[in-house]
């Protein structure tokens, strides 16, 4: 690869300017914070306990452990695998199905029903995380991001880091990057393990910016590789230790337990102009993470998910980038229909940020759906959502500039609701 081919269209050297600061952990409390991170890894495929992670945390540093009587996270489906992982986002189906985030393998069933949530699940941005590596040969430790999936193509992986102990030496490492499409057809899989002149068992920046046609990968601000194509939708977090133990387990002698993966800072930075820009993804730190980001967000609800792509898009346009739109269209599979499972994860996406949301449908089986997804909320979450009296196009058009606007549920769905007398055409002589 030639790093000074794609300088041209990515920075050599970390740019931020265009990007705000949306999201800082610097692990300084001893609690996790559980407003962003959800201490276990894919949960759904095992369960809660079985996939739990450990870990310490404060001082300005996170530790995820593996521990030498720590089990396999999920015996059924991933062998002596063990893991200690948190991640920013939850999505899963029913128990028996197969419907779950990051299905790394055929014949994959859900066996612990888990609540849907998406604390931080960002579409595009600059992300970087300051850590220190392993140089054991039997354990790997990652900062990944995955598609939240809540349709089944969203499902690509874009690899910030991800380094085995094996391929850590004393002043070099191979350090993985790039994109895998798992179940994306609009993903070819392109990773590599870039050779980089560092102790990777030292701190190191590793970062990913990620842009609606390219992801640029860096380590200690300069740029590594550079993959020329882009998922188009929500991703969350993944930040990993693991351990393979194909063998005798544990994996190695007791004296090197616990194995230790040190991270001492994570950031997420919105693009706040140009092609991508958007409102922020995750509640303002300096308030404490309390409180909505908008007055009014907007769950868009309909049989296809393609014609809600580009409705989104051009509500976007027109009312600008900061309006809550969360979307549910078609299946889990992909087919034409509706999912309640879908409608739910949206609902909760526009829930955690915004104070109230309004609810836009297209047609008969939407509002069954929708009746089933409003069921599986708290009354105190139901009490915040509106169902508008309004055609979807004309009526999320109109919904979004008047929630640009600041305005409250009630001036936002009454100015929808007028939609369905806005004339198609004007007759001559009107």
Same mark, same amino acid.
């Given at each position: 690869?030639s790093?000074a081919?794609e300088?041209? !269209?990515?920075?050599?050297?970390?740019?931020?300017?265009?990007?705000? $600061?949306?999201?800082e952990?610097t692990f300084?409390? #001893?609690?996790l914070? !559980?407003r962003?991170? @959800?201490?276990a /890894?894919?949960?759904?495929w095992?369960s809660?306990?079985?996939?739990?992670?450990? =870990?310490r945390?404060?001082g300005?540093?996170?530790?995820?452990?593996?521990e030498?009587?720590q089990?396999?996270?999920?015996p059924?489906?991933?062998?002596?695998?063990?893991?200690s992982?948190?991640?920013t986002g939850?999505?899963?189906g029913?128990?028996?199905?197969?419907?779950?985030q990051?299905r790394?393998?055929?014949?994959?069933?859900?066996?612990?029903?888990q609540?849907?949530?998406?604390? +931080?699940t960002?579409? =595009?941005?600059?992300?970087?995380?300051?850590?220190?590596?392993?140089?054991?040969p039997?354990?790997? *430790?990652?900062?990944?991001?995955i598609g939240y999936?809540?349709?089944?193509?969203?499902?690509?992986?874009i690899? @910030?880091?991800?380094?085995?102990?094996r391929d850590v030496?004393?002043?070099?490492?191979?350090?993985? *990057?790039?994109l895998?499409?798992?179940g994306? &057809?609009?993903?070819s899989?392109?990773?590599e393990?870039?050779?980089? #002149?560092?102790?990777?068992r030292?701190?190191?920046? +590793?970062?990913? $910016?990620w842009t609606?046609?390219? %992801?640029?990968? /860096?380590?200690d601000?300069?740029?590594?590789?550079?993959?020329?194509?882009?998922?188009? +939708? &929500?991703?969350?977090?993944?930040?990993?230790?693991?351990e393979?133990a194909?063998g005798?387990w &544990?994996?190695s002698?007791?004296?090197? /337990?616990?194995k230790t993966?040190?991270?001492?800072?994570?950031?997420? +930075?919105r693009p *706040?102009?140009?092609?991508?820009?958007?409102?922020p993804a995750?509640?303002?730190?300096?308030r404490?993470?309390?409180g909505?980001l908008?007055?009014?967000?907007?769950?868009l609800v309909?049989?296809s998910g393609?014609?809600?792509?580009?409705?989104r898009?051009?509500?976007?346009q %027109?009312a600008?980038?900061?309006? $809550?739109?969360a979307t549910?269209g078609?299946?889990?599979?992909?087919r034409?229909?509706?999912?309640a499972?879908?409608?739910?994860?949206?609902?909760?996406?526009?829930?955690e940020?915004?104070?109230?949301?309004?609810?836009?449908l297209?047609?008969?089986?939407?509002?069954?759906?929708?009746?089933v997804?409003? !069921?599986?909320?708290?009354?105190s979450?139901?009490?915040r959502?509106?169902?508008?009296?309004?055609?979807l %196009?004309?009526?999320t058009i109109v919904?979004?500039v008047?929630?640009?606007?600041?305005?409250?549920?009630?001036? %936002?769905?009454?100015?929808t609701?007028?939609?369905?007398?806005?004339p198609?055409?004007?007759? &001559?002589?009107?």
């Amino acid at each position: 690869m030639s790093v000074a081919r794609e300088g041209r !269209e990515a920075p050599a050297v970390l740019d931020r300017a265009g990007y705000e $600061l949306e999201v800082e952990d610097t692990f300084d409390d #001893a609690v996790l914070d !559980e407003r962003l991170w @959800i201490p276990a /890894y894919l949960p759904h495929w095992s369960s809660r306990a079985a996939a739990a992670a450990r =870990y310490r945390v404060g001082g300005g540093s996170l530790r995820l452990l593996i521990e030498a009587d720590q089990p396999p996270w999920c015996p059924e489906f991933d062998g002596q695998l063990r893991t200690s992982s948190l991640q920013t986002g939850l999505f899963a189906g029913e128990v028996g199905t197969d419907i779950g985030q990051h299905r790394f393998r055929d014949g994959l069933v859900v066996r612990e029903a888990q609540r849907n949530t998406a604390l +931080y699940t960002p579409r =595009y941005g600059l992300f970087e995380a300051r850590a220190r590596a392993l140089d054991d040969p039997a354990d790997m *430790v990652a900062l990944w991001m995955i598609g939240y999936e809540d349709e089944p193509h969203r499902s690509a992986e874009i690899c @910030i880091f991800e380094i085995f102990g094996r391929d850590v030496g004393r002043d070099t490492a191979r350090v993985g *990057v790039g994109l895998h499409p798992f179940g994306d &057809p609009d993903i070819s899989d392109e990773f590599e393990k870039i050779p980089v #002149a560092i102790d990777a068992r030292k701190a190191h920046d +590793y970062a990913a $910016l990620w842009t609606p046609d390219r %992801v640029a990968f /860096y380590v200690d601000e300069r740029l590594v590789k550079v993959v020329q194509q882009s998922p188009a +939708y &929500p991703m969350q977090f993944m930040l990993d230790i693991f351990e393979s133990a194909d063998g005798a387990w &544990p994996a190695s002698p007791l004296e090197r /337990y616990p194995k230790t993966f040190v991270v001492e800072h994570f950031r997420g +930075y919105r693009p *706040v102009q140009g092609q991508g820009a958007r409102p922020p993804a995750f509640a303002d730190l300096s308030r404490g993470g309390q409180g909505p980001l908008s007055l009014v967000g907007l769950v868009l609800v309909s049989h296809s998910g393609t014609l809600l792509e580009g409705l989104r898009e051009m509500a976007v346009q %027109v009312a600008g980038p900061g309006v $809550l739109i969360a979307t549910a269209g078609g299946t889990e599979d992909g087919r034409l229909g509706t999912s309640a499972t879908r409608i739910e994860a949206a609902l909760r996406l526009a829930l955690e940020g915004a104070a109230d949301v309004l609810v836009l449908l297209d047609l008969g089986s939407a509002v069954l759906s929708l009746d089933v997804a409003l !069921e599986m909320l708290d009354p105190s979450e139901r009490r915040r959502v509106r169902v508008a009296e309004a055609p979807l %196009v004309e009526g999320t058009i109109v919904a979004a500039v008047q929630a640009s606007l600041g305005s409250s549920i009630d001036e %936002v769905a009454m100015a929808t609701e007028q939609a369905t007398t806005l004339p198609k055409h004007a007759r &001559p002589g009107g």
